[in-house]
């Protein structure tokens, strides 16, 4: 199910798509014109898509919140156990403890929703 309409979820890559720069042009005016365009995208609440922008403005956001996620579940699964965090790894849908215990996220997810990212 697709998300609310909402300004959070606004667009730069579609602006930046815009600007009179070669998507290849890595310049100081050309970065510094795609990074302005985060300001009216932004105030403006331009939640739209096109020529597949939606995938080069989410990439990070989501690279971001997986990594937030992941780092929640490790969380949970070390307050459950009495672990530091740090000392836990992940892989194929599990947090792992030092021991080579695997805990499915699905375990974690209740404890994790209760735990501040």
Avoid: C
């Amino acid at each position: 199910m697709p998300g609310p309409v909402s300004a959070t979820y606004y667009n730069r890559a579609l602006i930046a798509d815009f600007m009179p720069f070669a998507p290849t042009d890595t310049g100081w005016l050309a970065e510094t014109a795609r990074g302005a365009a985060d300001i009216p995208a932004r105030l403006l609440g331009w939640q739209m898509t096109g020529g597949s922008s939606s995938t080069t403005d989410g990439f990070d956001k989501l690279r971001q919140a997986g990594a937030v996620a992941r780092e929640t579940l490790k969380q949970a699964a070390a307050l459950r156990h009495g672990l530091d965090r740090t000392d836990l790894d992940t892989a194929e849908g599990a947090v792992i403890l030092p021991d080579g215990t695997r805990i499915p996220y699905r375990d974690l997810a209740r404890d994790a929703a209760a735990t501040s990212p």
